[in-house]
């Protein structure tokens, strides 16, 4: 088995991202916990807005659902993780 990162959720808030190759025989993920693939994950994060011309430069943010970019103190809803982070 292959170590990828796992995003462990509880009470529907990731706690930890950790290092995992799946086996539970060598680590066991906490009880009642969920474990979500990172990089398969789609999570709601903030992305800038671009002004158009020449240099451009970040005029906004607006909350956009990427895959992987999930993170310690995102909220789960079932579906999609969504950042604890407040607008930038």
Known sequence: MTAI???IVENNIVINNCVWNGDTSIWTPPEGS???IQETTS???WQPVW???VDPVV????LSEVIG???IG???DGTVLT??????
Do not use: R
């Open 51 to 53: 002004s158009e011309g």
């Open 5 to 7: 990162n796992y995003l």
């Open 43 to 45: 999570s709601i994060i």
């Open 59 to 62: 005029i906004d943010w607006v």
């Open 83 to 88: 950042t604890n982070q407040p607008k930038p």
């Open 69 to 71: 970019q999930g993170g």
């Open 74 to 76: 995102f909220t789960w």
């Open 34 to 36: 969920i474990q979500l």
